[in-house]
């Protein structure tokens, strides 16, 4: 079975299933925090997958424009209390060592099923100055009051 973005030389023994929640709400309940988000998509990730490779593969899986952007990364973390129950924390996703530790993560609780991801989605800052600049009208007549002068 092949996800979107992935080459058919990819195969599942060499690979984890997540699940990314595009522009989801983290929310926290009684076994700590799960994601929301009107959509959930499939992935499959590399066991040696880098924190550019992650963003990249999530940008394409999602099917994202050149003006959009993965922007700030989350990952479900199990760990487990000191009453040997489950819980989930959020883990923000910032570099190398952090997808090293998810893919650690996922291999100590391989029971808790597939890698959860929630990422937020951004327009890039050329967007976002074209967009601003196409709503600022100039206007010539008006005139600025200060102090009543």
Do not use: W
Request: aromatic residues 10%; hydrophobic residues 35%; charged residues 15%.
């Amino acid at each position: 079975m092949s996800f979107l973005g992935e080459t058919s030389s990819q195969t599942i023994t060499n690979s984890r299933l997540a699940f990314i929640f595009p522009n989801g709400s983290i929310t926290h309940n009684q076994i700590g925090v799960y994601f929301q988000s009107l959509t959930r998509t499939p992935m499959r990730l590399l066991d040696d997958c880098s924190f550019d490779t992650l963003k990249r593969r999530m940008h394409n899986t999602l099917q994202l424009t050149n003006d959009q952007l993965v922007d700030e990364i989350y990952y479900r973390q199990p760990f487990i209390d000191a009453g040997q129950q489950y819980f989930f924390q959020s883990l923000q996703l910032k570099n190398d060592d952090d997808v090293y530790t998810m893919l650690m993560c996922n291999d100590q609780y391989s029971c808790v099923g597939p890698i959860e991801l929630l990422c937020t989605i951004i327009r890039t800052p050329d967007v976002i100055l074209n967009l601003l600049q196409s709503t600022i009208t100039p206007t010539h007549d008006a005139m600025l009051y200060y102090n009543d002068k």
